[in-house]
């Protein structure tokens, strides 16, 4: 995914980007960077790999050598940036986040036009956000190489940067598929993904971007390049997965839509008789919790934590090279309490089920631990498609997801005509899946949220949202 965040301001504002861009950790696990600009020492910038470490222990030596009233960074889950780029459009530092799925077609047209060139990376791999400053540059300004640029890619692609005038240019990606917020204070402005990230430093919301639009950001103001256009395709997964708790994206708090969802699932359960008398509901760590509580609210059931993620020193079970220590890791962070556990029937809400690998360790851990049944419960409709837009669910095949693997089981091919039966699961389709899923991964029952009831959860008209890892619909 990813996630940046920027401050032109009358005061030295390195400090506020560095803790700006510790908030947006949860947004990538690859690459991130800081880069500054000050006119007594020009451009400084600093990037470090995260993979094993986090972006606070990486920079905080950093941070403390860098100045400059004008200051952006990153959290990215691929390559290094921001990059400093010198061109005609002068010197400036950039950072971007989206999904190019055109990159080698664009960067042969490049190539073939000549007087251009590309460093490569590991694996003769050009870095995505080189070959955006690149396209950028094949136009007068940096306004028009923006839009420019978005124009050209396929998937979707958001942009910061920060010049020589101590200026920030931010924009939108085209159909607004991710928030950029400005907000302001008695100093200067800033631009972030997460609206929480500028709220604890004492900046107060001023401005959301609508999709495509481009504004310019400075110490006394920000002016818009280029008006938001009127077709907005906002990811939901914002919402049930990735999104931060604190920030709200077009009004609609995460915490909140999260625990309204949960709500709509129990009510739509109880109301096609798919509800299981159970001890208690339970949420997946971390982002299934707030779902489950909105359900055991609506069904007057317990709230209870029968497992604890132990996380300060592996905060993320895929850090480790290796797989085979990647699984044990997940494996060792499932601390049990086992008096939540021990001949209970336990109703789990996870945020969503993409491939199921993971899940199937976490069923057979509950049942060892003496559990008499587990229920499972996704908070977002069956996944049919990877995504092409942003880094979730994307995959190999589809055939990685789980549900495209068992309507191929069960029907093969023929099975993609009946996609809306097998999302429903009141139909003959749609509960032949659940339960082939549910048997294979050990759960005594399993439901999907709908796609109205999670439409209905975020509080948008449809066709505001993106829900194309569903329907395949663009």
């Keep these: 995914m990813g996630g940046f965040f920027g401050v032109v301001s009358h005061r030295d504002c390195a400090v506020d980007v560095f803790f700006g861009v510790d908030f947006h950790s949860h947004l990538g696990t690859a690459r991130a960077g800081m880069a500054t600009y000050s006119q007594e020492e020009g451009f400084q910038r600093h990037i470090h790999n995260i993979e ?33 780029i010198y061109s005609h459009n002068g010197m400036y530092a950039i950072s971007i986040i989206g999904v190019i799925n055109n990159k080698e077609k664009l960067a042969k047209e490049l190539l073939d036009g000549g007087k251009v060139h590309f460093g490569a990376m590991g694996g003769g791999r050009i870095n995505s956000t080189e070959l955006v400053a690149t396209l950028i540059d094949q136009k007068q300004n940096v306004a028009e190489g923006i839009a420019y640029a978005q124009s050209k890619i396929e998937g979707s692609l958001s942009i910061m940067i920060m010049t020589a005038d101590e200026e920030i240019i931010v924009a939108r990606d085209a159909k607004g598929r991710i928030p950029i917020i ?29 999709p495509g639009e481009i504004v310019r950001m400075t110490k006394d103001g920000i002016e818009t390049l280029k008006a938001p256009g009127k077709n907005m395709k906002i990811c939901a997964f914002l919402w049930t997965y990735y999104g ?4 709200s994206y077009e009004g609609k708090n995460v915490e909140v839509v999260r625990n309204r969802n949960g709500e709509i699932m129990a009510r739509d359960e109880m109301k096609n008789g798919s509800y299981p008398d159970v001890d208690y509901v339970c949420g997946v760590p971390d982002s299934g919790i ?24 592996w905060s993320r079970s895929f850090m480790p090279a290796s797989q085979k220590i990647r699984d044990h890791v997940a494996k060792m962070k499932l601390i049990p309490v086992e008096d939540l556990i021990h001949d209970k029937k336990l109703l789990f809400i996870d945020d969503s089920i993409v491939r199921g690998t993971q899940l199937r360790g976490t069923v057979d851990f509950l049942y060892s631990n003496g559990a008499r049944e587990v229920h499972m419960r996704s908070a977002c ?17 589809d055939m990685d997801l ?6 191929n089981e069960l029907e093969g091919e023929e099975g993609m005509n009946y996609i809306d039966e097998y999302m429903d699961g009141t139909t003959e389709r749609g509960k032949k899946m659940r ?33 194309y890892c569903w329907n395949g619909k663009e």
């Excluded at 972006?55 to 400059?68: Q, S």
């Excluded at 302001?184 to 972030?192: F, I, Q, V």
């Excluded at 899923?437 to 009831?453: N, T, V, W």
């Design 52 to 84: 094993n470490a986090p972006f606070r222990t990486k920079f905080e030596g950093d941070v403390d050598k860098m100045n400059g009233k004008v200051c952006i960074g990153c959290i990215s889950d691929r390559d290094p940036q921001p990059l400093l």
């Design 182 to 210: 400005i907000g302001k204070d008695d100093d200067g402005y800033c631009a972030s993904f997460e609206s929480f990230a500028f709220n604890k430093m004492g900046y107060k919301r001023v401005k959301d971007l609508g």
């Design 381 to 397: 409709p069956p996944i049919m498609f990877g995504c092409k837009y942003l880094n979730f669910s994307r995959n190999t095949s």
């Design 290 to 313: 707030a779902h489950a509580v909105g359900y055991a609210n609506a069904v007057d059931k317990p709230f209870a934590r029968p497992f604890i993620k132990y996380t300060p020193t």
């Design 435 to 467: 339960q082939h899923i549910a048997d294979e991964m050990g759960f005594k029952s399993l439901e999907y949220q709908s796609l109205p009831g999670l439409i209905e959860a975020i509080g948008l008209p449809e066709d505001m949202i993106c829900t």
């Design 244 to 247: 931060y708790p604190n920030s």
């Design 402 to 407: 789980i549900c495209r693997r068992v309507i």
